[in-house]
């Protein structure tokens, strides 16, 4: 991978992709239609990995691939937008030269993509995708949904990386215990064993990707949660206030 890549970025682009994915994909009403969806894009994204295989140079012109390769979901097309962006001002000493680099077409922009970060990112966006369709055709039965019911228990409504920041927090503060296992969290949220397992999975790949690169969030929920505990729970509590002051300036310095 170039030296330039943002791996922290990268990580986090596979992660958003791999949720806008499912998202749409919890969206569909039947089985048929989910196994379909994930297989469409599992497609897609070999159909990217291939093209990029071909290409005798360095960086991947996303126009380029719009137009070889038709109909490619809108979430893979945005993490090859969003993801694997070299550093700020990096991108102005990148030009075309004999075809060896590629410019992405972006208004206003020459950020370019590493064709290797696409490889890799299409590869785990596939395999992740891969583990889903496993799940929902050998745990999902018709059995399982007349005996179980339906519907979720605790509809969340922000992203699953807030989810698992939330959690693996309060393990390191002790509020829950810090073995608690992944399966215990999904009863929570989903009655159906399929749900459950898809769950799990899909919150292991998630802290194993955030442990891994240490990123921090965007997420305005999860700013939002914060403020809010913080406010219900130490309004009057001025040592706590001033500890929590003093390592948000401790984090701000890092």
Partial sequence: MNNNEN???ISRSIIITIEKILDRCEKLETKEEKIRYLKKVITDCQRIINLAE??????LDITFVKKTEQNIDENLIWFLEKGGELNQGE?????REEKRYYLVSRAGSNIVR???CVIEGMS???EV???DVAVIETTESKEEKATLGTGNRIKAISGMTDIVRIFESMKDGGIIWSNTPVKDIAEIFFREPADKFLFEKRYNSIKSQLKKDGSSSNSEALVKFVIDLCKKSFH??????EEIIKSLEEIQKT
């Fill in 7 to 9: 791996p922290n970025s």
């Fill in 54 to 59: 071909t290409i005798d140079g360095k960086f």
């Fill in 91 to 95: 991108t102005s000493n990148f030009v």
């Fill in 114 to 116: 590493d064709i290797q």
């Fill in 124 to 126: 785990n966006i596939k």
């Fill in 129 to 131: 995708l891969e583990d």
């Fill in 236 to 241: 009057d509590k001025e040592y706590a206030l």
